[in-house]
């Protein structure tokens, strides 16, 4: 399975960071050895001081696909999640300052959170679907996918262009404003609806 990733898909979190809006969506990957184990907590890496949640709606693809028209791509998932796109911001701005990629801030062991999945269908209209972040217990990102730039089945069809989506790929569809850096003995936990999808310690 592929991490396939979207960046600056809300407009405030573009803002805050102060980055030019795209006219595409922003696309990057993770290894499959990014996943965080389930039930570990997340260990600070040892090469940055700066690491930052960020909190997305993840989609998890069920059969294989490419160039997939907008109008179909809710056929290709039946399955929507929560996670955290851990990013090495300081290793970041580096790279973005040189004009050069960003895996080593994206990409690195344990910079993915995959939650629990949730079916589709319990959740709604997938276009106006709330979810939060609280650190500490303290509300962080409190977001909802009516924000999104390119919404759920636009992206699948975009970066199906690209690459063969696989059963078992998961999109991570953007993060909103409200992103921070974590620290030791941090708690971060993920919402959708209210619901629980995720709770992780900080090492």
């Known amino acids: 399975m592929k991490i396939i990733c979207i960046g600056r ?3 405030k979190h573009i803002e805050e960071l102060a980055n030019e809006k795209p006219k595409n969506p922003v696309v990057f990957l993770k290894p499959d050895s990014a996943i965080l184990v389930k039930n570990q907590p997340f260990f600070i890496p040892p090469f940055s001081k700066d690491i930052h949640y960020e909190v997305e709606i993840l989609v998890k693809i069920n059969k294989v696909g490419k160039y997939i028209d907008k109008k179909f791509a809710h056929k290709y998932y039946d399955e929507i999640g ?28 344990g910079s993915a959170v995959i939650g629990k999945f949730l079916p589709k269908e319990s959740l709604g209209n997938l276009n106006n679907l709330a979810f939060t972040l609280h650190k500490n217990g303290e509300l962080v990102q ?12 636009e992206l699948i069809s975009y970066v199906s262009q690209f690459f063969t989506l696989k059963k078992g790929d998961v ?9 921070g850096k974590v620290s030791e003995n941090d708690v971060l936990t993920g919402e959708i609806k209210d619901q629980k999808i995720f709770s992780i310690k900080i090492k």
């Open 9 to 11: 898909n809300y407009a």
């Open 82 to 109: 929560l996670g955290i796109d851990f990013t090495a911001r300081d290793i970041q701005a580096v790279c973005k300052e040189k004009g050069l990629p960003w895996e080593k801030a994206k990409a690195f062991d």
């Open 142 to 153: 409190d977001g909802n996918t009516n924000a999104m730039l390119w919404k759920i089945d």
């Open 171 to 179: 999109l991570f569809t953007g993060t909103p404003a409200g992103v």
